[in-house]
């Protein structure tokens, strides 16, 4: 299921099923005062389009916590979209925003109220209301030392006020589901706050800094001697680590079960066991499995067996919390090496899926810092989820009004840079804006997605609420001045930062050329550059008109 909030500049690419959609519930008094009613909505702002399989749903309303309030639904193909399928989409859209009830603004006759009954509506006034029920699964899949980011996304989910009542894990998100089972999100936050290397694995080299690309390396080059000479790295610092955090005095009482994932050598058959408060120290040998990333890290041996690492099975284990009666299942996927498997998901159970657009760095490398940068983004982006913030890569408070600035400035170029107004109105270039961005871009975003993308390529740090006037004075500092490159990345991470500075028409360079040009009043604009380079050359005239405070 995909469900998208539509902008008014892009209704045009719906309109051929739209014009043939039909009233599902009789919200208006014919199918073509329901759609002009929806293109109302659109232009407010409050309506979606549900995609179901070969099927597409037209709501509008408005959603938060208490409730999902609906007072327009049209679908399309009408003729072949059953009663089940409507009720099951208007459900998982609640559901995916945890609201506790459903309400229909629409009057029906009493046979249909009665029949409405079945899927467990009861009329109220007119209105049609259903409680939502949850199960609740929280997924976390592997990732190593990028294992932060789902504390950060379980401190948001509690403050938002999710209740969990299963969790599934692999690897680290098997370590992670323990201490989630044990109530205290500080203790958690403070381990991966003070973690290393040398506390998680054993070779020489772990306890090394790593913040350089020089350093990064000598640390896995020695990690991977070690594992070679070795048939893999130690556990026994992280055996400890998890003996130190574990104890039955730590068990809440909660009524949350915990499946961990592991597989089974030499045959690679996948294992899934319970986490067991009753036998503590064998639970604590299957996380340990879980998370023994084999041949890198030893496999642990459990009743003469040897396992190891849950990801080379499944590293994302919807499936399990499938099995185990889920109706809504948190993905929080930190994109660790592994396999993960494709599951069908019953279009009646919500899905959302939490993950980073960010690398969150290396995943055998453990570093505090870079683990409470991740824990931020965790929150930060499912803080994000819920609309408490706005921003795909950088976080904003809601009150930014950002499309208000990309407007006013389209308005400007219009009468006085009409080239570059035309360059702005071509669809390829919103193609490449699209591409650039890796997200969704449409005119009414287009501000905010250029804002972000110039953070991109000027490396300001993600992990940080921003305000408009203290993210522009971020990019201009950058633009001046940068920094000697350091910090704990991945190899992926220090390549992509040195291209960037090192290749002479990379695209930050091609950015500050045209920002400096727009600084110097070289009004012409090269002919040969305007179609091959649109986005830095719209993105630093952007900033120059954020600049100069219009």
């Not at 994932?261 to 879980?290: G, H, K, M, Y």
């Not at 971020?474 to 190899?491: C, D, H, N």
């Not at 604009?525 to 008109?545: D, G, N």
């Given at each position: 299921m995909i469900?998208?909030?539509?902008?008014?500049?892009?209704?045009i690419e719906y309109q051929t099923n739209f014009q043939k959609s039909q009233l599902a519930l009789p919200f208006f008094t014919s199918h073509s005062a329901?759609?002009?009613?929806?293109?109302?909505?659109?232009?407010?702002?409050?309506?979606?389009?549900?995609t179901v399989q070969q099927h597409t749903f037209y709501l509008s309303g408005t959603l938060h916590e208490e409730a999902l309030v609906v007072t327009n639904l049209l679908q399309h193909p009408a003729e072949k979209v059953t009663w089940q399928e409507t009720f099951d989409s208007i459900e998982v859209f609640a559901k995916k925003n945890f609201s506790k009830q459903i309400q229909l603004k629409v009057t029906v006759e009493k046979t249909l109220q009665r029949w409405l009954t079945v899927y467990g509506y009861t009329v109220e006034g007119k209105t049609l209301v259903k409680r939502c029920q949850y199960h609740t699964a929280l997924v976390l899949g592997g990732g190593g030392a990028r294992g932060a980011y789902q504390i950060g996304v379980w401190q948001a989910l509690k403050e938002q006020g999710v209740a969990i009542q299963l969790i599934t894990g692999t690897s680290v998100g098997a370590l992670n589901g323990g201490?989630?089972?044990q109530g205290d999100s500080e203790a958690a936050r403070n381990l991966w706050w003070q973690i290393n290397t040398g506390s998680v694995l054993q070779?020489?080299?772990a306890a090394a800094e790593s913040r350089t690309l020089v350093a990064l390396l000598n640390q896995i080059r020695s990690l991977t001697a070690t594992a070679l000479r070795e048939n893999g790295t130690s556990t026994e610092p992280l055996m400890q680590l998890i003996q130190q955090n574990f104890s039955p005095e730590k068990d809440q009482g909660q009524k949350i079960q915990l499946y961990v994932?592991?597989?089974?050598?030499?045959d690679?058959?996948?294992?899934?066991?319970p986490f067991d408060w009753q036998n503590l120290p064998?639970?604590?040998?299957w996380l340990i499995a879980s998370a023994s990333f084999y041949p890198a890290m030893k496999a642990k041996e459990i009743g003469g067996q040897l396992y190891m690492d849950g990801g080379y099975r499944n590293n994302l284990p919807v499936d399990v919390a499938l099995a185990q009666g889920a109706t809504e299942c948190i993905l929080v996927d930190v994109q660790g090496p592994g396999f993960v498997k494709k599951t069908a998901v019953p279009q009646s159970v919500a899905v959302i899926e939490l993950h980073s657009p960010w690398t969150l760095g290396s995943f055998l490398v453990f570093d505090g810092d870079r683990s409470k940068k991740n824990y931020q983004l965790g929150y930060y982006e499912t803080q994000k989820y819920f609309a408490r913030f706005q921003g795909y890569w950088y976080t904003f408070f809601n009150e930014e009004n950002l499309e208000n600035d990309w407007q006013q400035f389209c308005q400007k170029i219009r009468k006085t840079q009409p080239r570059l107004w035309r360059l702005i109105k071509r669809k390829e270039t919103w193609q490449k804006m699209r591409k650039f961005y890796q997200g969704k871009v449409t005119f009414e975003t287009a501000g905010l997605a250029l804002m972000e993308w110039m953070g991109l390529l000027l490396s300001l740090e993600p992990a940080h609420v921003y305000r408009k006037t203290d993210f522009?004075?971020?990019?201009?500092t950058a633009l001046e001045k940068q920094e000697p490159l350091e910090g704990v990345y991945s190899v992926q991470e220090w390549l992509r930062m040195y291209r960037e500075r090192l290749i002479a028409w990379s695209e930050v360079n091609q950015f500050i050329y045209f920002y400096r040009m727009f600084r110097e009043q070289r009004q012409e604009l090269p002919v040969h550059l305007l179609e091959r380079l649109p986005i830095p050359l719209i993105a630093a005239r952007f900033l120059m008109y954020l600049d100069e405070g219009e």
């Amino acid at each position: 299921m995909i469900i998208e909030r539509i902008y008014p500049s892009e209704f045009i690419e719906y309109q051929t099923n739209f014009q043939k959609s039909q009233l599902a519930l009789p919200f208006f008094t014919s199918h073509s005062a329901g759609r002009a009613g929806f293109l109302q909505a659109v232009k407010e702002g409050t309506a979606w389009q549900i995609t179901v399989q070969q099927h597409t749903f037209y709501l509008s309303g408005t959603l938060h916590e208490e409730a999902l309030v609906v007072t327009n639904l049209l679908q399309h193909p009408a003729e072949k979209v059953t009663w089940q399928e409507t009720f099951d989409s208007i459900e998982v859209f609640a559901k995916k925003n945890f609201s506790k009830q459903i309400q229909l603004k629409v009057t029906v006759e009493k046979t249909l109220q009665r029949w409405l009954t079945v899927y467990g509506y009861t009329v109220e006034g007119k209105t049609l209301v259903k409680r939502c029920q949850y199960h609740t699964a929280l997924v976390l899949g592997g990732g190593g030392a990028r294992g932060a980011y789902q504390i950060g996304v379980w401190q948001a989910l509690k403050e938002q006020g999710v209740a969990i009542q299963l969790i599934t894990g692999t690897s680290v998100g098997a370590l992670n589901g323990g201490l989630i089972l044990q109530g205290d999100s500080e203790a958690a936050r403070n381990l991966w706050w003070q973690i290393n290397t040398g506390s998680v694995l054993q070779f020489p080299a772990a306890a090394a800094e790593s913040r350089t690309l020089v350093a990064l390396l000598n640390q896995i080059r020695s990690l991977t001697a070690t594992a070679l000479r070795e048939n893999g790295t130690s556990t026994e610092p992280l055996m400890q680590l998890i003996q130190q955090n574990f104890s039955p005095e730590k068990d809440q009482g909660q009524k949350i079960q915990l499946y961990v994932c592991s597989t089974r050598l030499p045959d690679f058959f996948e294992v899934v066991v319970p986490f067991d408060w009753q036998n503590l120290p064998e639970s604590l040998d299957w996380l340990i499995a879980s998370a023994s990333f084999y041949p890198a890290m030893k496999a642990k041996e459990i009743g003469g067996q040897l396992y190891m690492d849950g990801g080379y099975r499944n590293n994302l284990p919807v499936d399990v919390a499938l099995a185990q009666g889920a109706t809504e299942c948190i993905l929080v996927d930190v994109q660790g090496p592994g396999f993960v498997k494709k599951t069908a998901v019953p279009q009646s159970v919500a899905v959302i899926e939490l993950h980073s657009p960010w690398t969150l760095g290396s995943f055998l490398v453990f570093d505090g810092d870079r683990s409470k940068k991740n824990y931020q983004l965790g929150y930060y982006e499912t803080q994000k989820y819920f609309a408490r913030f706005q921003g795909y890569w950088y976080t904003f408070f809601n009150e930014e009004n950002l499309e208000n600035d990309w407007q006013q400035f389209c308005q400007k170029i219009r009468k006085t840079q009409p080239r570059l107004w035309r360059l702005i109105k071509r669809k390829e270039t919103w193609q490449k804006m699209r591409k650039f961005y890796q997200g969704k871009v449409t005119f009414e975003t287009a501000g905010l997605a250029l804002m972000e993308w110039m953070g991109l390529l000027l490396s300001l740090e993600p992990a940080h609420v921003y305000r408009k006037t203290d993210f522009c004075r971020a990019l201009f500092t950058a633009l001046e001045k940068q920094e000697p490159l350091e910090g704990v990345y991945s190899v992926q991470e220090w390549l992509r930062m040195y291209r960037e500075r090192l290749i002479a028409w990379s695209e930050v360079n091609q950015f500050i050329y045209f920002y400096r040009m727009f600084r110097e009043q070289r009004q012409e604009l090269p002919v040969h550059l305007l179609e091959r380079l649109p986005i830095p050359l719209i993105a630093a005239r952007f900033l120059m008109y954020l600049d100069e405070g219009e």
